[in-house]
Nanobody, 116 residues
Framework: QVQLVESGGGLAQAGGSLRLSCAVS????????MGWYRQAPGKQRELVAG???????NYADSVKGRFTISRDKAKNTVYLEMRSLKPEDTAVYYC??????????WGQGTQVTVSS
C-alpha cells in the first residue's frame, strides 16, 4: 500500500523559512510526478508546486521565486523549500504522488502557519 509521510510544517514568522518533506513508501511502480497542494480555511485546494520524472517543475504564481521544489528519486522523497513566507501562505499542505499504473496518492497534510 502506498503511503506518504509528510514532515516539516509548523509556525514561522513572516519573512521566515520552512522546509517540508514527503517520503513515499510501498510503491511497486515508478513515480512519475510528485508535488504539493495547499488548502487554506474557506478556500479550495490549490497546486503549490510539482515536479515530474525529468526534473521539470511548475509553481503557482503566488510562490514563484520564493518556493523551491526538489526530489530525491533514490529516496522517493520530495521537498518544498519555502522562503520569504507570508501570512497568506498559511494553509494545510498536502503532498501527492502519481504512481504509474496505480494512481494518485495523498499525504495526510501538514499545517503551515505564518504569523505577521
Amino acid at each position: 500500500q502506498v503511503q506518504l509521510v509528510e514532515s516539516g510544517g509548523g509556525l514561522a514568522q513572516a519573512g521566515g523559512s520552512l522546509r517540508l518533506s514527503c517520503a513515499v513508501s510501498g510503491s511497486s511502480f515508478s513515480i512519475n510526478a510528485m508535488g504539493w497542494y495547499r488548502q487554506a480555511p474557506g478556500k479550495q485546494r490549490e497546486l503549490v508546486a510539482g515536479i515530474i520524472s525529468d526534473g521539470s517543475t511548475n509553481y503557482a504564481d503566488s510562490v514563484k521565486g520564493r518556493f523551491t521544489i526538489s526530489r530525491d528519486k533514490a529516496k522517493n522523497t520530495v521537498y518544498l523549500e519555502m522562503r520569504s513566507l507570508k501570512p497568506e501562505d498559511t494553509a494545510v499542505y498536502y503532498c501527492y504522488c502519481n504512481v504509474l499504473r496505480s494512481g494518485v496518492y495523498w499525504g495526510q497534510g501538514t499545517q503551515v502557519t505564518v504569523s505577521s
